[in-house]
């Protein structure tokens, strides 16, 4: 068949191209070599993706007749030299399926780009669908596979801290690939089977006997399974007995909530025990749309007999559907996606059965005691693998992971594709596993979970290549198209491209539709959703909001770790608006949920957190301890974005307990790591943070160097807080550089920030910056309100650590306004504030404010002896800035004592010093001494 003519010849598959015309094979625009008959065989395969190519068919188009003779080496070598050049395998293949004795079938998707001038979109040419009976509703993966989809079919916020009616195509999007052409097959829920018998030591069948009925049913792939993790999730919001006819309406609740046409479900009795048990199986098919009872049916057997018993329901249920009998080659792969035995069976199905309600820690013991007693059962693999990625032992779950894909050459395509995607996802090989889900997608259009996989892994590569898959699926028939979770997709889409509102818009949607389904679990996603989108559009108390209901949701949909999840959100919100001490209560209570549910990544990042509301607390020792076991969890769990930040905030603990170079080292490591990462948000919050440690070691030109490289990178992100946190620091480094005026620019276009985020606690430490610019203009009029609102605030939030700043800066402020006695008590308080705290940095501006008092109390011998103290212990700690204030301090009073040698002699030292690092400010005025004493 040759390539329409409405088409290029050049044709995209992977990382590869192929241009026909000029019998050129690219990989990633570098060309590779291959001869014509290996390159002639491609073409045919290409032509004709999912379907399948003969052997007789290439033999006749390929090979003249006077060399068929030579035709079967000449075929295996062709195809061996053709796998080469694409790096496929025979045994896993990626690119080339072999149909043993029958031929070849190209299993990639294939796309044919549009010319540059017309900037359509590529075409993609999905692969040939068997087609059904003409009922028109998605499906999910095939249920034998639903442990892979357990924890990752729906991006949702889970230990961070950190939806509406269908879209219309915005500009600048992809036209849907998929529509009314798409060939849907009937959908399929199998809900569970009724222990009759009562005893618990048999209820691990009623998981058992769905999978294995979910595997007999989408042999042949002729129907589309519901997950059961769907169903899990929907028996959560509205209980059925699977023993009971199901009635009309609560077929069409789940019609709804399952986008499935049919449901099975029945009953088992045992009787009997051990090799003399007999089981009776009794199962129903109902059609939810009729709202029917389509066939019931009734078999025995031993345990033993268990595949073969439930096969037989199987084959009745599939004949009333009128869908083919399976093939032996069909059966063979069934067969191997179950354990080999009963005990096996029996581990799997109870792990199985503990993902579903999310206690992924007894999931890991059962999938374990499975693979014991069967090794090669690569499904029991990719349970534990699912298990450990739950409990956040990313390196374990890669090992699992891989496992499965190598245990995986028996299952069906389908099997061994889904596999290795989410291998591909777990080792966060996101080029690859787009590839992968692409295909699955363009093989099975009709089933949104594999677009909506397709779009998760494309945003972690290039998140507005998703956009055309989340159009597609907004054209799939009405009811997918209403589906909550492409929704909730869109919503992760347009966070990753910083689109906050439309992230908020789509989330809002989801809601409203889960809403509609009954679903507490998708409106609990879709309000985590929201509680992120609204806090970064700066709404913090609707974020609060979001989040608990997203807290109560979980709860009462059974998940305890989306619900602690929900609670360490809250805290990290309620730690910005400045609420301390109801944050540290939230933080607490997360963790220990955290801990007791055995989710370790989710405990580090709970700790790091805690952490620095500890450190602004003044806690420092406490917060390092917090820290310090965070980044042992996070080296264990191999997380190298958790051990940068963990890094980044611990070296803030080293600054304030004053171990500068230490703390420069590590801010150092710490911006490698976000660096390799191209975490752009983590790089520039270190940057930010390094640029105060060199600041503190006496460097404010680098100091300011960094900040400018922070604040282009949060720029280009468009992150508004981060903005401002930086401009607060630019301001406090330009007011050291005797850069005045563009110190009051930088302060006050991060004061307007704060007022727009209604961020109290923050707005509250830049108008002491504020302050302290006005007083180095002249003007402690107004210095004064900012510092006394400042302090009350701090007050108020019981936050004694910048309550101490705000009070010596307020003492600065009185001081000069000849308010001594006011000064005197803001210098007290100060003191008194500090002492509260472990933070070196804070008790340097306290005793700086005590001492500059005794000098307004005639004290001066006193005062000089204090100043010198504090050089003293300046200097030892490396404090540079400190030290400087503090000669600067002690020239002052020696020349409005009259004793202008001394004046005179520190303050040439204090200019030259202060010069070479850079402290203009400090120069400036040590100048104006010395000229005054000369």
Request: proline share 4%.
């Given at each position: 068949m040759?390539?329409?003519?409405?088409?290029?010849?050049?044709v995209?598959?992977?990382?590869?191209?192929?241009?026909?015309?000029q019998?050129?094979?690219?990989?990633?625009?570098?060309?590779?070599?291959?001869?014509?008959?290996?390159?002639?065989?491609?073409?045919?395969?290409v032509?004709?993706?999912?379907?399948l190519?003969?052997r007789?068919?290439?033999?006749?188009?390929?090979?003249?007749?006077?060399?068929?003779?030579?035709?079967?080496?000449?075929?295996?070598?062709?195809?061996?030299?053709l796998?080469?050049?694409?790096?496929?395998?025979?045994?896993?293949?990626?690119?080339?399926?072999?149909?043993?004795?029958?031929?070849?079938?190209?299993?990639?998707?294939?796309?044919?780009?549009?010319?540059?001038?017309?900037?359509?979109?590529?075409?993609v040419?999905p692969?040939?669908?068997?087609?059904?009976?003409?009922?028109?509703?998605?499906?999910?993966p095939?249920?034998?596979?639903?442990?892979?989809?357990?924890?990752?079919?729906?991006?949702?916020?889970?230990?961070?801290?950190?939806?509406?009616?269908?879209?219309?195509?915005r500009?600048?999007?992809?036209?849907?690939?998929?529509?009314?052409?798409?060939?849907?097959?009937?959908?399929?829920?199998?809900?569970?089977?009724?222990?009759?018998t009562?005893?618990?030591?048999?209820?691990?069948?009623?998981?058992?006997?769905s999978?294995?009925?979910?595997?007999?049913?989408?042999?042949?792939?002729?129907?589309?399974?519901?997950?059961?993790?769907?169903?899990?999730?929907?028996?959560?919001?509205?209980?059925?007995?699977?023993?009971?006819?199901?009635?009309?309406?609560?077929?069409?609740?789940?019609?709804?909530?399952?986008?499935?046409?049919?449901?099975?479900?029945?009953?088992?009795?045992?009787?009997g025990?051990?090799?003399?048990?007999v089981?009776?199986?009794?199962?129903?098919?109902q059609?939810?749309?009729?709202?029917?009872?389509v066939?019931?049916t009734?078999?025995?057997?031993?345990?033993?007999?268990?595949?073969?018993?439930?096969?037989?329901?199987?084959?009745?249920?599939?004949?009333?559907?009128?869908?083919?009998?399976?093939?032996?080659?069909?059966?063979?792969?069934?067969?191997a996606?179950?354990?080999?035995?009963?005990?096996?069976?029996?581990?799997?199905?109870?792990?199985?059965?503990?993902?579903?309600?999310?206690?992924?820690?007894a999931?890991?013991t059962?999938?374990?005691?499975?693979?014991?007693?069967d090794?090669?059962?690569?499904?029991s693999?990719?349970?534990?693998?699912?298990?450990?990625?739950?409990?956040?032992y990313?390196?374990?779950?890669?090992?699992?992971?891989?496992?499965?894909?190598?245990?995986?050459?028996?299952?069906?395509?389908?099997?061994?594709?889904?596999?290795?995607?989410?291998?591909?996802?777990?080792?966060h090989?996101?080029?690859?596993a787009?590839e992968?889900?692409?295909?699955?997608?363009?093989?099975?259009?009709?089933?949104l979970?594999?677009?909506?996989?397709?779009?998760?892994?494309?945003?972690k590569?290039?998140?507005?290549?998703?956009?055309?898959?989340?159009?597609?699926?907004?054209?799939?028939?009405?009811?997918?198209?209403?589906?909550?979770?492409?929704?909730?997709?869109?919503?992760?889409?347009?966070?990753?491209?910083?689109?906050?509102k439309?992230?908020?818009?789509?989330a809002?949607?989801?809601?409203?539709?889960?809403?509609?389904?009954?679903?507490?679990?998708?409106?609990?996603?879709?309000?985590?959703?929201?509680?992120?989108?609204w806090?970064r559009?700066?709404?913090?108390?609707?974020?609060?909001?979001?989040?608990?209901?997203?807290?109560?949701?979980?709860?009462?949909?059974?998940?305890?770790?989306?619900?602690?999840?929900?609670?360490?959100?809250?805290?990290?919100?309620?730690?910005s608006?400045?609420?301390?001490?109801?944050?540290r209560?939230?933080?607490?209570?997360?963790?220990?949920?955290?801990r007791?549910?055995?989710?370790l990544?989710?405990?580090?990042s709970?700790?790091?957190?805690?952490?620095?509301l500890?450190?602004?607390?003044?806690?420092?020792?406490?917060?390092?301890?917090?820290?310090?076991?965070?980044?042992?969890?996070?080296?264990?769990?191999?997380?190298?974005?958790?051990?940068s930040?963990?890094?980044?905030?611990?070296s803030?603990?080293?600054?304030?307990?004053?171990?500068?170079d230490?703390?420069?080292?590590?801010?150092?490591?710490?911006?490698?790591?976000?660096?390799?990462?191209?975490?752009?948000?983590?790089e520039?919050?270190?940057?930010s943070?390094?640029?105060?440690?060199?600041?503190?070691k006496?460097?404010?030109?680098?100091?300011?160097?960094?900040?400018?490289?922070?604040?282009?990178?949060?720029?280009?992100?468009?992150?508004?807080?981060?903005i401002?946190?930086?401009?607060?620091?630019?301001?406090?480094?330009?007011?050291?550089?005797?850069?005045?005026?563009e110190?009051?620019?930088?302060?006050?276009?991060a004061?307007a920030?704060?007022?727009?985020?209604?961020?109290?606690?923050?707005?509250?430490?830049?108008?002491?910056?504020?302050?302290?610019?006005?007083?180095?203009?002249?003007?402690?009029t107004?210095?004064?309100?900012?510092?006394?609102?400042?302090?009350?605030v701090?007050?108020?939030?019981?936050?004694?650590?910048?309550?101490?700043?705000a009070?010596?800066?307020?003492?600065?402020?009185?001081?000069?306004?000849?308010?001594?006695?006011?000064a005197?008590?803001?210098?007290?308080?100060?003191?008194?504030l500090?002492?509260?705290?472990?933070?070196?940095?804070?008790?340097?501006?306290?005793?700086?404010?005590?001492?500059?008092?005794?000098?307004?109390?005639?004290?001066?011998?006193?005062?000089?002896?204090?100043?010198?103290?504090?050089?003293?212990?300046?200097?030892?700690?490396g404090?540079?800035?400190?030290?400087?204030?503090?000669?600067?301090?002690?020239?002052?009073?020696?020349?409005?004592?009259?004793n202008?040698?001394?004046?005179?002699?520190?303050?040439?030292?204090?200019?030259?010093?202060?010069?070479?690092?850079?402290?203009?400010?400090?120069?400036?005025?040590?100048?104006?001494?010395?000229?005054?004493?000369?």
């Open positions: 040759p390539v329409p003519a409405t088409r290029d010849s050049i995209r598959f992977g990382i590869f191209e192929a241009d026909f015309e019998r050129v094979l690219n990989k990633s625009g570098q060309r590779v070599r291959l001869q014509d008959q290996p390159f002639q065989i491609l073409r045919l395969l032509e004709r993706p999912g379907e190519v003969t007789d068919e290439i033999r006749q188009q390929l090979w003249t007749p006077d060399t068929y003779v030579e035709f079967d080496d000449g075929l295996n070598t062709a195809i061996k030299k796998r080469t050049a694409l790096n496929d395998s025979a045994d896993n293949p990626r690119f080339i399926e072999t149909v043993p004795r029958r031929g070849y079938r190209f299993i990639a998707p294939v796309s044919y780009p549009a010319p540059p001038e017309t900037g359509e979109v590529p075409v040419q692969a040939a669908t068997p087609q059904g009976p003409p009922r028109v509703r998605p499906a999910a095939s249920p034998r596979t639903l442990v892979l989809a357990v924890f990752f079919l729906i991006a949702v916020v889970a230990g961070g801290i950190f939806y509406r009616a269908r879209h219309e195509a500009a600048g999007e992809a036209k849907p690939s998929l529509g009314a052409s798409v060939r849907m097959r009937p959908s399929i829920a199998v809900l569970g089977f009724q222990n009759s009562g005893r618990p030591d048999q209820a691990w069948l009623s998981t058992a006997l999978q294995m009925l979910s595997t007999e049913l989408a042999e042949g792939e002729q129907l589309r399974m519901v997950s059961s993790e769907q169903i899990a999730r929907a028996g959560r919001d509205n209980a059925w007995q699977p023993g009971e006819t199901l009635a009309k309406d609560s077929l069409a609740r789940l019609r709804l909530s399952l986008n499935t046409d049919y449901v099975t479900l029945g009953s088992y009795t045992v009787v025990s051990g090799d003399q048990a089981i009776r199986l009794d199962v129903r098919l059609d939810a749309i009729a709202g029917e009872t066939a019931e009734s078999v025995s057997g031993n345990e033993a007999q268990l595949f073969d018993l439930v096969s037989q329901a199987g084959t009745q249920m599939r004949q009333r559907l009128g869908i083919d009998r399976a093939t032996v080659e069909h059966d063979a792969q069934a067969k996606t179950l354990p080999k035995n009963v005990i096996a069976e029996r581990f799997y199905a109870d792990g199985v059965a503990k993902l579903h309600v999310y206690d992924a820690s999931a890991r059962l999938f374990q005691k499975a693979i014991a007693a090794p090669q059962h690569a499904l693999h990719a349970g534990l693998a699912e298990a450990w990625r739950a409990l956040g990313d390196a374990n779950a890669t090992n699992e992971a891989k496992s499965a894909v190598d245990l995986s050459a028996n299952l069906s395509r389908e099997d061994r594709l889904s596999i290795e995607g989410r291998y591909r996802e777990i080792t090989d996101y080029p690859h787009v992968i889900f692409k295909t699955l997608n363009n093989f099975f259009p009709d089933n979970d594999y677009a909506l996989q397709l779009a998760r892994a494309q945003v590569v290039a998140p507005k290549d998703a956009l055309p898959t989340i159009a597609a699926m907004r054209a799939l028939p009405a009811i997918e198209a209403h589906d909550p979770r492409i929704d909730l997709a869109e919503s992760v889409v347009a966070e990753n491209l910083s689109d906050f439309r992230s908020e818009q789509a809002e949607s989801a809601e409203a539709k889960a809403d509609t389904m009954g679903s507490r679990q998708l409106k609990a996603d879709a309000k985590a959703r929201e509680a992120w989108a806090n559009l700066g709404e913090t108390d609707k974020s609060i909001a979001a989040y608990n209901a997203a807290f109560e949701l979980n709860k009462a949909a059974g998940n305890p770790r989306e619900a602690a999840s929900a609670l360490h959100g809250i805290a990290h919100l309620q730690y608006k400045g609420d301390l001490v109801a944050s209560q939230s933080y607490e209570t997360a963790l220990a949920d955290f007791k549910i055995g989710s990544w989710d405990v580090a709970c700790e790091h957190n805690l952490s620095v500890l450190t602004d607390e003044g806690q420092l020792q406490l917060a390092k301890t917090h820290l310090e076991e965070a980044l042992r969890i996070q080296r264990e769990l191999n997380d190298e974005r958790g051990v930040s963990d890094l980044d905030d611990l803030n603990v080293l600054l304030d307990l004053g171990q500068l230490a703390a420069v080292k590590m801010k150092q490591e710490a911006l490698q790591g976000f660096e390799h990462l191209s975490n752009p948000t983590g520039a919050i270190t940057l943070n390094l640029a105060v440690v060199l600041l503190a006496g460097d404010p030109a680098a100091a300011k160097e960094k900040l400018d490289q922070s604040l282009a990178i949060k720029q280009k992100i468009g992150f508004k807080s981060g401002a946190f930086t401009q607060f620091t630019q301001a406090i480094v330009l007011l050291a550089q005797d850069h005045i005026p110190a009051r620019s930088n302060a006050e276009q004061q920030t704060r007022i727009e985020l209604k961020d109290e606690n923050q707005l509250a430490n830049v108008r002491v910056v504020l302050a302290m610019i006005s007083l180095e203009e002249g003007r402690p107004d210095a004064e309100p900012l510092a006394a609102g400042a302090a009350d701090f007050k108020k939030q019981q936050d004694a650590t910048d309550g101490a700043i009070n010596a800066v307020l003492t600065r402020a009185l001081f000069a306004q000849g308010k001594v006695h006011e005197q008590l803001a210098a007290d308080r100060a003191v008194a500090s002492r509260q705290s472990e933070d070196l940095t804070v008790r340097f501006q306290a005793r700086l404010a005590a001492a500059e008092a005794q000098i307004m109390t005639a004290k001066s011998a006193e005062a000089l002896k204090s100043f010198e103290s504090i050089r003293q212990d300046a200097r030892r700690y404090y540079v800035p400190y030290e400087l204030e503090a000669r600067l301090h002690q020239a002052e009073i020696q020349f409005h004592a009259g202008k040698p001394a004046a005179h002699a520190i303050s040439i030292e204090l200019e030259k010093d202060a010069s070479t690092h850079g402290f203009a400010l400090i120069a400036r005025k040590a100048t104006d001494i010395a000229s005054h004493t000369s």
